[in-house]
């Protein structure tokens, strides 16, 4: 078996269980030295403690971390265990999660920050964690864990849409500003069996969808040959990319000030949103430099500060 992650380190975040726990054991098995992360605790009966044990009766190397993903100290004393036990970090799979599904309605503003909490701020705490010393060595791969409920929407799940497209939208920056030091990032969106979707699809279907069947694109996203800013979509032992598009829309000429323009925007939508020859902007500003292209200027892009 060819061994991508051969004498890597890596962290997963909340690989207690589910999906961290299904991509701790791939990339383990696949060579990673592997720090099994899980708020649940780090005690050999704990989650993340025995899946330190699986992957050590594999024949791996692990060791479990019980830092919340909320508490920055936490995941700078979890980046630490990683450096003190094996030198570096080379990966990070931002995994850990929750859900407080209601509709918006019904939402507190508590339900809705604790969500935000857990899912961006600990994306961002654990990649500020280890961002400097990935910048320092040259090398990092960074997986952000999105959500089709964050790209496409999912009834009742305005915190959690909110947060995983958060994600997305982070993963889009630091992918630019990692790429002069080798640190590649992407987002996962995945469909599993676990804790989380159990009640809210058939046991049939989730029958078709074990965790373990992500892990292999999470694992393709980590090694040396990586892609950066894509947005993978997996389950089922599918794989999918997901692009954030800008169509060729349509400019307003003489119509631009007069009180008709709205008027006309309403009525060209279809051509507004015609897909064809639609585009990925590289960066934000390609935004700005199509339309003043359109309008009959050139801009030159500003360069990376
Ligand atoms: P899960 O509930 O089985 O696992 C989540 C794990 O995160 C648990 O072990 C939990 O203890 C841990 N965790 C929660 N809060 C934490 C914190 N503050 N610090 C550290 N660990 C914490 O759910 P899962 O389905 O395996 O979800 C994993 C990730 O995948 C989540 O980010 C989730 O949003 C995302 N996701 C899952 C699906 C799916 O179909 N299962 C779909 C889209 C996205």
């Known amino acids: 078996m060819q061994k991508l992650l051969e004498g890597r380190v890596a962290i997963v975040t909340g690989a207690g269980t ?44 692990a060791i479990a971390d019980g830092g919340d ?14 450096i003190t036990k094996w030198g570096r970090v080379d990966a990070l799979v931002c995994n850990a999660g929750v859900l407080r599904d209601r509709s918006f309605t019904k939402m507190s503003l508590d339900e809705f920050r604790l969500v935000l909490d857990v899912h961006l701020m600990g994306s961002v705490h654990a990649i500020k964690a280890v961002w400097d010393g990935m910048r320092e060595q040259g090398y990092g791969r960074i997986v952000l864990t999105t959500s ?21 939208g982070l993963m ?45 694109a999470v694992v393709a996203l980590l090694t040396e ?15 999918e990319a997901a692009h954030i598009t800008m169509t060729r829309g349509i400019t307003l000429g003489d119509e631009l000030g007069s009180e008709q323009a709205p008027a006309i925007i309403l009525e060209r939508l279809n051509a507004i949103s015609d897909r064809t020859d639609e585009r990925v902007p590289a960066t934000g500003f390609e935004q700005c430099q199509w339309e003043l292209e359109k309008a009959g200027f050139e801009m030159e892009l500003p360069g990376v500060k």
């Open 18 to 61: 589910g999906l961290g726990r299904a991509h701790a054991l791939e990339l383990a098995r696949h060579g990673a030295r592997v720090v099994v992360n899980d708020v649940a605790g780090s005690d050999p009966d704990s989650p993340a403690g025995r899946v330190v044990e699986e992957i050590q009766r594999a024949g791996g190397e």
């Open 69 to 82: 993903v909320t508490d920055f100290a936490a995941m700078q004393a979890m980046a630490q265990r990683a």
């Open 148 to 168: 089709s409920s964050g790209l496409y929407g999912n009834f009742g799940q305005s915190n959690y849409a909110a947060a995983k497209m958060a994600l997305v």
């Open 172 to 216: 889009q920056t630091l992918a630019l500003e990692g790429a002069r030091n080798n640190i590649r990032v992407n987002c996962i969106a995945p469909t599993a069996a676990t804790g989380m979707t159990e009640g809210i699809l058939t046991p049939e279907s989730l029958e078709q969808l074990p965790a373990s069947a992500v892990s292999p």
């Open 225 to 239: 040959d990586a892609p950066s800013k894509m947005i993978v979509l997996s389950g089922g032992g599918s794989v």
